[in-house]
């Protein structure tokens, strides 16, 4: 498995502009719960717990593949006050 958890440092994180930023920080923080073991029960660096539909491979995909859901969320919020109109526009 590759590695698991990038860990970049705060320059490399100051590369991605704003949107990208986040949705890189909000990876990172998938990645970091998924590989934080031990999880008695849950998935983990030691196995799927009490989980046989999940490995830790399926959820550092899963990560992967969201990431840039939550740049899309980051760029559509940015100039928006929260609130019930942006929830609203963020579930078209």
Same mark, same amino acid.
């Given at each position: ?10 320059? %490399? ?7 990208? !930023?986040?949705?890189?920080?909000a990876y %990172?923080?998938?990645? *970091? %719960? *998924? ?8 998935? +983990? ?7 046989? +539909? ?20 980051? +760029?559509? *919020? !940015? +100039?928006? %006050?929260?609130?019930?109109g942006l !929830?609203?526009e963020l579930?078209?």
């Amino acid at each position: 498995m590759a590695s698991m958890l990038t860990r970049l440092s705060m320059v %490399e994180y100051a590369a991605y502009p704003g949107s990208h !930023r986040l949705g890189k920080l909000a990876y %990172e923080a998938m990645v *970091a %719960e *998924a590989v934080l073991t031990p999880k008695p029960g849950l998935v +983990d660096r030691r196995g799927a717990g009490s989980h046989p +539909d999940l490995s830790l491979d399926l959820m550092l995909a899963s990560a992967r593949a969201i990431e840039p859901c939550f740049v899309g969320i980051a +760029d559509l *919020a !940015r +100039d928006c %006050e929260p609130g019930l109109g942006l !929830r609203e526009e963020l579930a078209h």
